[in-house]
């Protein structure tokens, strides 16, 4: 396969993914590069330990390992319509997502380690490490924490008025996670993902902004999330309830059974 097929490939399995566009407008940040502003070390132990207790500190957060979310979602690529959303996390790597638009098929993604799937097919590509991306996200500042000796300080960024911190955390196969970080409060005001195709010759960058923020059993979650592809606005998600549990029901991060005679599993009621 030549080059520019599979970067037409990569590009339309992320057109799947239903948050990417070829436009660029988005929120005005004014960058600080890390060489003009590094932080030391111990400040950016620093600034991942103020983050930790402003979620309710390490040993709440490494008790909340499991958490369920409700809530709503709306979508710029279906119109605005809005849907229901079941999000169920699970540290350090396990990730599944309902969606239910009205009059569409419920939309089911699941992650598991080094397995995922959509709708029941295996996912691969840009749609699994979409999903990596997404879990990595919602583990955080946790995320931050467990791999602090390997995050890279990227300076300063100012979005609104306000000064946020970045710190970098990169992962295999062309994947990294930055959390801008507010250095006052260490709220997580946003967290960037970016998917390299395997030649290096596209990149795509997805953002969730991060407000809303309300305490549930101890521990600070955002319950309002509003979500970038490539600077275009995607949609939006309004959290209504989130549960940090200690027993999922069985088959919540597994996939649909291949034998027909067997239970339907595809949907789990969580």
């Not at 710190?167 to 005001?189: K, Q």
Request: hydrophobic share 40%; aromatic share 6%.
């Amino acid at each position: 396969m030549g080059r520019s097929v599979r970067i037409r490939a990569f590009i339309a399995a992320c057109v799947a993914i239903e948050a990417f566009a070829l436009v660029h407008p988005g929120p005005s940040a004014s960058q600080v590069p890390p060489e003009d502003s590094a932080l030391s070390r111990p400040a950016v132990e620093a600034l991942v330990d103020l983050a930790i207790r402003a979620y309710g500190g390490e040993e709440a957060l490494a008790a909340a390992g499991q958490v369920v979310q409700r809530g709503s979602v709306t979508s710029t690529m279906r119109g605005g319509i809005g849907g229901r959303l079941v999000r169920v996390y699970e540290r350090p790597i396990r990730l599944r997502v309902e969606i239910d638009y009205p009059g569409a098929e419920t939309e089911v993604r699941i992650l598991d380690g080094g397995r995922g799937w959509r709708n029941g097919g295996e996912a691969s590509g840009p749609m699994y490490r979409s999903m990596l991306l997404q879990a990595a996200r919602l583990g955080m500042p946790a995320v931050l924490s467990e791999f602090r000796a390997s995050l890279e300080d990227r300076g300063t960024v100012a979005r609104e008025g306000r000064e946020r911190r970045m710190l970098a955390l990169s992962f295999h196969r062309g994947l990294e996670v930055i959390a801008e970080i507010d250095p006052e409060t260490g709220h997580v005001l946003r967290s960037e993902g970016t998917i390299s195709s395997p030649d290096g010759e596209v990149t795509l960058r997805f953002a969730t902004e991060y407000s809303d923020f309300r305490e549930v059993e101890g521990i600070l979650v955002p319950f309002h999330e509003v979500n970038w592809a490539q600077g275009r606005r995607t949609g939006e998600t309004q959290l209504e309830s989130v549960k940090f549990e200690t027993d999922l029901p069985p088959g919540t991060f597994h996939p649909p059974i291949e034998k027909a005679d067997e239970p339907e599993v595809r949907r789990t009621r969580i």
